[in-house]
């Protein structure tokens, strides 16, 4: 696991497994409460060992349940970490590996760690948001993801456009200054430092974009 900013160490990235032009990335957060690990990526066999070493984890979260395919059910069982993704997914998720706890509604992991359902590329999918102390650091999942350095949408033939745009509303008045998702283009750039000026004219465009009818 390579270390981003302070606190935050980022898995090797994997490869999405119907395109391989997209890879895949999971985020350790290194807090005193407890780590937190965000998405699952196939990568977090080969990062156990250092997982290990940066104090194992407390909790780990889904974003939405595509990422339930991806190795977590490997993360359970190297790390003894109980599952957290939302209520609508369990059932999904469930067929790869117990979970442990779900959640509905916006709230707080203790002061720092923010739980923020944004449904529309799927029913569940969460964001979550994360005081370092430095940064405010927004994990997206695939509700905004990085394209050849373009903050972009994945609407699916199953996603609900009119929920994905008000989601995208909610996430534009978030204060961040680092974008986090789960997946990126392969090779290309894979997070994003942003302000709130930045943040909000990247997240108008996809709305646009939604609203005239694209998928991206």
Not at 56 to 74: C, F, K, N, P, W
Not at 111 to 133: C, R
Not at 184 to 194: C, E, F, V
């Amino acid at each position: 696991m390579q270390n981003l900013i302070p606190g935050v160490h980022v898995s090797s990235p994997a490869l999405l497994s119907f395109d391989q032009s997209i890879e895949l990335r999971a985020f350790l957060l290194r807090r005193e409460s407890g780590n937190l690990l965000v998405y699952s990526t196939a990568s977090l066999a080969t990062d156990a060992p250092r997982v290990e070493e940066l104090g194992g984890v407390a909790r780990h979260y889904l974003g939405h349940e595509h990422e339930a395919a991806y190795g977590h059910a490997e993360v359970a069982a190297q790390f003894g970490a109980p599952l957290f993704c939302h209520e609508s997914e369990r059932a999904t998720v469930s067929e790869t590996c117990p979970v442990e706890g779900t959640f509905a509604e916006r709230h707080r992991l203790d002061d720092d760690f923010e739980v923020i359902p944004i449904p529309g590329h799927t029913s569940g999918s969460t964001a979550f948001l994360w005081n370092t102390g430095q940064h405010r650091c927004l994990f997206s999942a695939d509700t905004v993801y990085i394209r050849d350095g373009e903050w972009i949408a994945a609407l699916l033939g199953s996603s609900d456009r009119q929920a994905y745009i008000a989601s995208l509303e909610l996430v534009r008045e978030l204060d961040f200054d680092v974008l986090l998702p789960w997946t990126a283009s392969r090779g290309g750039p894979w997070d994003a430092m942003t302000d709130k000026a930045d943040a909000r004219r990247r997240i108008d465009a996809i709305i646009d974009r939604l609203r005239r009818g694209d998928d991206h």
